[in-house]
């Protein structure tokens, strides 16, 4: 910060964690002081083999979407489809939301867990949630609608365990995007072209 205001800059950032909870300002936090190169090497692998295949499954979409795309706050990684309809106009916790919630979206990515699934999975969701989505069949098998969460998921351990992950994790983010898009009524044949790169 000193260095910021030896250039002129004159900033405020706040040192509080977000979308954690029990969050600790970094400049106070002596709990999570801890490194381990190992797991760290492991988590940085997870992520560029699952910016892979995100951006795999965001090649066929031709409407409206967001690079693939790293938060900060739950150190999730995602890709965001948007239909062309409007959004209806609701409350969202905070600007940061309500400034990308103008159409109807479907996003899809992956997350190491936290609050109500301790474990790292694949998700999926829309907004607004069809009706019809919670009973929704979805594949692979391992996978299912969390209503707690209000979010499809797949269990990174299935996947990890899997004999052909890269299929479990791309049948996944098809069908929960096909079973929210036809369920909310979404023009498909305007947004989405035939895979390029058919099988795993």
């Known amino acids: 910060m000193a260095a910021l205001g030896e250039l002129g800059i004159r900033v405020k950032i706040t ?73 209806a106009e609701r409350q969202w916790p905070t600007r940061r939301l309500s400034l990308g919630a103008h159409q109807e979206i479907a996003e899809a990515g992956f997350w190491p867990g936290s609050g109500k699934f301790l474990e790292p999975a694949f998700y999926a969701f829309a907004v607004p949630e069809p009706p019809g989505c919670r009973e929704a069949t979805i594949s692979p098998g391992p996978a299912g609608y969390h209503p707690d969460l209000s979010e499809f998921i797949l269990p990174y351990e299935e996947v990890r365990r899997s004999s052909s992950p890269d299929k479990m994790v791309l049948d996944f983010l098809n069908s929960t995007y096909e079973v929210e898009a036809d369920l909310g009524g979404w023009d498909r044949k305007a947004l989405e072209l035939p895979d390029p790169l058919p099988g795993p």
Request: hydrophobic share 35%.
């Open 15 to 87: 040192t509080n964690p977000v979308e954690v909870e029990n969050s600790i300002p970094f400049d106070g936090d002596s709990v999570h002081a801890a490194y381990d190169p190992a797991y760290v090497q492991r988590w940085w692998h997870i992520l560029l083999e699952v910016d892979r295949l995100l951006q795999r499954y965001r090649s066929r979409f031709v409407g409206k979407s967001s690079p693939v795309q790293f938060w900060w706050g739950t150190f999730d990684l995602s890709e965001t489809r948007y239909s062309g309809r409007p959004l």
